[in-house]
């Protein structure tokens, strides 16, 4: 098999497989409005999506009190895409229901993992609240299955030998043993449930407690603005006088670390020797960071490829902006505020990299983007859904808090869609785009690493797997690269290759097959033995 994933939801070409309404309990039985409402989207749809406000504290506890009242045989599962979230759920609720709500994910002891495993096999009924592990639990038998913050990228699991995505791997649970699944949502639907919502194949539980946003947005055009500094004289006009009214000010920068590091000499970058990204320099911690795979290393400030120690500091992390506005403020205390702190610091200034919600909302009267271009920055089809995303849950946290955005292209499409605040509209044109350019969720990625320790050889094996493959695969997939990635530090010479896939299982089993035939073909050769090749089916994620 190529990968685990390639057993997934089949939604996109095939009808919805309606759950038996007589295992279902009677919805009459329930009495709060939004369980009603659930149990009767159950009946008629095996998928149900719910947006952000449906289920608050309390519904959760209607929610389980109902589910052990029906004294049903099966268990239900709750997962969440981190360990933080599964603690945070079992502190509210699971001393209410202890011994009948377990925690599973890989936080615990092996031993406390193992004792979960035993209850499970053993036990009648159970609710499992957990991360992806616990999607393989020796179940015999699963009522309700539930995903919160599906929208979340945690929930892929990169580990080499077994990736998959575990929220698509339990719609294809749920589809295979005709399970009642609800999706639900923090802020915004992934773009994907919202085109199978779109489609009827989820059916969208309406709710009335829909946030609604009516904070101020400005945008502030930075060619109009001559002063060469971080502030316009906009932005500085706006931040005085909050402060001036007693309240404090966030800054919201993306970039994480101190800054990126490049060789003056041979001009190269410091890349992660795992994926081939930048490496972030970190000046608090005094080490070298990789933001997408952790891969860490003491600050060594000299460059990998020619050891030359000149290196130039180059772009701006959020530690290297806490610098420059200090000394643009320096009567003002500001702060940069970590996800690992457990209070808001005491500052009038505080920096962010992302949203927080442990952020105190009292007393914040302005949520200001220095450089909101760099939120459009990645290379990353995804851009501009994780960016609106990210607004969207600070309107949420301040529903009634100006935003400010400094921008040199404040006319683009995207900050026109943030001026409206209309998420709906947003949405359908990022699936317009997806489908003109044919990105997810209209096609499927695959990615294909090849690696060897030798450059030459690697290249040679590239080649000639492309020549196999490319006679046998339909016209339906498209073939982007080969891209040579990071050869620094102690990677073996890697190339990538990316299939644009048609969604249907039948041809991506086919390409699948193809894939397979041709690497051990290749690998027979003696030349070419010690080539590694690694398939990753939806690597965007």
């Known amino acids: ?17 309606t759950p038996n309404p007589t295992e279902l309990p009677n919805p009459t039985e329930a009495t709060n409005p939004y369980i009603k409402a659930l149990w009767k989207a159950w009946e008629k749809h095996r998928v149900v999506y719910a947006p952000e406000p449906y289920f608050s504290e309390e519904i959760w506890k209607i929610f389980l009190s109902h589910i052990f009242s029906l004294s049903q045989t099966g268990h239900t599962i709750i997962m969440f895409p981190g360990i933080k979230q599964v603690e945070n759920f079992m502190e509210t609720h699971g001393s209410a229901w202890a011994g009948q709500v377990l925690s599973f994910h890989s936080g615990l002891s092996p031993k406390q993992r193992a004792q979960v495993w035993v209850q499970v096999i053993g036990s009648r009924s159970l609710c499992i609240v957990g991360t992806k592990s616990a999607l393989f639990l020796p179940f015999s038998r699963i009522n309700y299955l539930i995903l919160a913050q599906e929208e979340s990228t945690e929930w892929k699991e990169r580990e080499k030998g077994l990736r998959y995505h575990a929220r698509d791997t339990a719609l294809w649970l749920s589809s295979q043993e005709k399970i009642p699944t609800m999706l639900y949502s923090q802020i915004l639907p992934s773009l994907e449930t919202h085109y199978n919502v779109r489609r009827g194949k989820f059916f969208r539980l309406s709710s009335p ?14 060619k109009n603005h001559s002063r060469n500094t971080l502030f316009s004289a906009s932005l500085e006009r706006m931040i005085k006088e909050t402060l001036t009214k007693g309240e404090k000010v966030l800054l919201v920068h993306g970039s994480k670390g101190y800054a990126y590091m490049q060789c003056t000499i041979c001009k190269e970058l410091s890349l992660c020797p795992r994926c081939g990204l930048v490496l972030k320099y970190y000046h608090s911690l005094n080490e070298i960071k990789c933001s997408y795979c952790s891969y860490k290393e003491q600050g060594n400030l000299t460059c990998s490829s020619c050891k030359n120690e000149k290196i130039r500091i180059e772009g701006m992390g959020i530690e290297r902006l806490e610098e420059e506005v200090r000394d643009f403020f320096p009567d003002i205390s500001v702060s940069m505020w970590k996800s690992s702190d457990s209070s808001s610091p005491d500052a009038d200034l505080l920096l962010i990299t992302h949203p927080f919600s442990e952020i105190v909302q009292e007393n914040v009267g302005l949520i200001a983007w220095i450089k909101a271009d760099l939120m459009l920055g990645r290379f990353d089809f995804r851009t501009q859904e994780n960016a609106y995303r990210k607004i969207r849950q600070i309107q949420s946290y301040f529903p009634q808090k100006p935003l400010c955005f400094q921008s040199y292209s404040p006319d683009t499409p995207f900050f026109q ?49 492309l020549i196999n493959i490319s006679t046998q695969l339909s016209q339906n ?14 990677q073996m010479p890697t190339s990538q290759i990316l299939f644009k ?41």
């Open 417 to 465: 869609h943030v001026l409206n605040s209309k998420a709906e509209r947003f949405l359908e044109e990022e699936l317009r785009e997806r489908k003109l350019f044919r990105y997810p969720p209209y096609i499927r990625c695959l990615v294909l690493y090849l690696s060897h320790p030798k450059q030459e050889i690697l290249k040679q094996a590239t080649e000639n797997y």
């Open 477 to 490: 997939t498209e073939t982007l690269g080969p891209q040579i990635l990071s050869t620094k530090r102690k």
């Open 1 to 17: 098999m190529i990968l685990p994933e390639l057993l997934r939801e089949k939604e996109l070409d095939n009808p919805v497989e």
């Open 209 to 222: 407690l829909s946030p609604t946003f009516s904070s101020s947005v400005h945008m502030i055009n930075l």
């Open 501 to 541: 896939l048609p969604c249907r299982q039948q041809e991506i089993q086919e390409v699948q097959q193809i894939l397979i035939k041709e690497k051990r073909v290749l690998q027979q050769e003696k030349r070419y033995r010690g080539l590694v090749l690694l398939f990753d089916m939806d690597a965007y994620y």
